[in-house]
């Protein structure tokens, strides 16, 4: 699961990276708060996810951080593409949408925190 957090954080960097020269660009600054959770929640915190994966092995491979990635990587677009729609088109359905995505995210990162409680452990 390390690598698989590590490739698809990277993933998230570019989108986020590529979101913020559009802003920059357009000098249109409607979804920075598109830009920021793809940013953080995406990039940020998979790649720590990642590494900390790959720090305590004995983590990596189990239900935990499979729900972790799944519930992460599929809340997270969802609730993304949602909140576009919403901030672009005012489109009151993609709030349900947004709040969906949220509670994947909000689940994922309780499933991380489990996890990490149940199975990382110092070496000393």
Same mark, same amino acid.
Do not use: C, Q
């Given at each position: ?27 249109? #600054? !409607? ?9 953080? @929640?995406?990039?940020?915190?998979? &790649? %720590?996810?990642?590494? $900390? ?10 239900? #935990? !951080? ?9 809340? @997270?677009?969802?609730?993304?593409? &949602? %909140?576009?729609?919403? $901030? ?37």
């Amino acid at each position: 699961m390390a690598v698989r957090f590590i490739k698809i954080a990277v993933v998230y960097f570019v989108i986020g990276v590529l979101l913020g020269l559009y802003m920059s660009m357009a000098h249109d #600054y !409607a979804l920075k708060g598109v830009h920021v959770h793809i940013n953080l @929640l995406g990039w940020a915190s998979f &790649a %720590l996810a990642g590494i $900390i994966y790959h720090l305590f092995p004995s983590s990596s491979n189990n239900m #935990y !951080a499979k729900l972790h990635f799944w519930s992460g990587n599929i809340g @997270l677009p969802v609730m993304m593409i &949602a %909140l576009t729609v919403l $901030i672009l088109n005012g489109a009151e359905v993609a709030t349900v949408f947004t709040a969906i995505g949220g509670v994947l995210v909000v689940f994922s990162v309780i499933m991380f925190a489990i996890n990490v409680f149940m199975n990382v452990r110092s070496t000393n």
